[in-house]
């Protein structure tokens, strides 16, 4: 069996596997899964019945920070991990302030016990984490997240960008970090 990406066009989590896929040129077949309608199909890939799975090497992975970890280091090529330790580090923490501390409190699998108050705890949460974010990014910060080579930091940092702008109508010009090196990203 070849490399398999179940994933879901609207799923942020799945969109970072599908960016790093793309910039590693790895060749996969794609199957559409709404955790919604299914959640059967996703149930017999993925015990959480949550999109991404990623099929390779005759493995099965889920989460998609364990899933562009596992490809940045069976893939070297093109990196996307600088070499220095604590660079490496700060792409980490990045990673992680999205991934862990922002995108499963804005999920929408989540947002629906907020009832009329979804949309104003979202935008609390993406604050919070993006103020952390603009914060490292002041010290971090070349063209990119963390120097002038795109890394996971940037993999994590444009889907969460997009949810903010267009699920949650946010005004993101308290972070001018976060804007300028997602205009740099969106160039590429």
Same mark, same amino acid.
């Given at each position: 069996?070849? #490399?398999?990406? +179940?994933?879901?066009?609207? /799923?942020?989590? *799945?969109?970072?596997?599908?960016?790093? @896929?793309?910039?590693?040129?790895?060749? +996969?077949? +794609?199957?559409? *899964?709404? $955790?919604?309608?299914?959640?059967?199909?996703?149930?017999?890939?993925?015990?959480?019945?949550?999109? %991404?799975?990623?099929?390779?090497?005759?493995? #099965?992975?889920?989460? /998609?920070?364990?899933?562009?970890?596992? &490809?940045?280091? #069976?893939?070297?090529?093109?990196?996307? @991990?600088?070499?220095?330790? @604590?660079?490496?580090?700060?792409?980490?923490?990045?990673?992680?302030?999205?991934?862990?501390?922002?995108?499963?409190?804005?999920?929408?699998?989540?947002?629906?016990?907020?009832?009329?108050?979804?949309?104003? $705890?979202?935008? *609390?949460?993406?604050?919070?984490?993006? #103020?952390?974010?603009?914060?490292? &990014?002041?010290?971090?910060?070349?063209? +990119?997240?963390?120097?002038?080579?795109?890394? &996971?930091?940037?993999?994590?940092?444009?889907?969460?960008?997009?949810?903010?702008?267009?699920?949650?109508?946010?005004?993101? /010009? %308290?972070?001018?970090?976060? @804007?300028?090196?997602? /205009?740099?990203?969106?160039?590429?």
């Amino acid at each position: 069996m070849g #490399t398999v990406l +179940y994933s879901y066009w609207k /799923s942020s989590c *799945a969109w970072r596997v599908r960016i790093v @896929l793309a910039y590693k040129r790895i060749a +996969y077949e +794609y199957i559409s *899964a709404d $955790w919604v309608k299914d959640s059967q199909l996703l149930g017999t890939v993925n015990p959480m019945k949550q999109v %991404p799975v990623l099929i390779i090497d005759g493995q #099965t992975l889920t989460q /998609s920070a364990a899933i562009v970890e596992y &490809l940045e280091e #069976t893939r070297p090529e093109p990196p996307l @991990l600088p070499r220095n330790a @604590l660079e490496q580090a700060h792409v980490r923490e990045i990673v992680q302030i999205i991934t862990a501390g922002v995108q499963p409190l804005q999920n929408f699998a989540i947002l629906h016990e907020f009832g009329d108050s979804k949309v104003a $705890w979202a935008r *609390a949460v993406i604050t919070k984490g993006f #103020t952390a974010v603009e914060k490292i &990014l002041k010290e971090t910060a070349g063209r +990119y997240a963390v120097g002038d080579s795109g890394t &996971l930091a940037d993999v994590a940092l444009v889907p969460q960008v997009a949810n903010a702008r267009h699920h949650f109508e946010m005004d993101l /010009s %308290p972070f001018p970090t976060i @804007l300028r090196i997602d /205009s740099a990203l969106a160039s590429l």
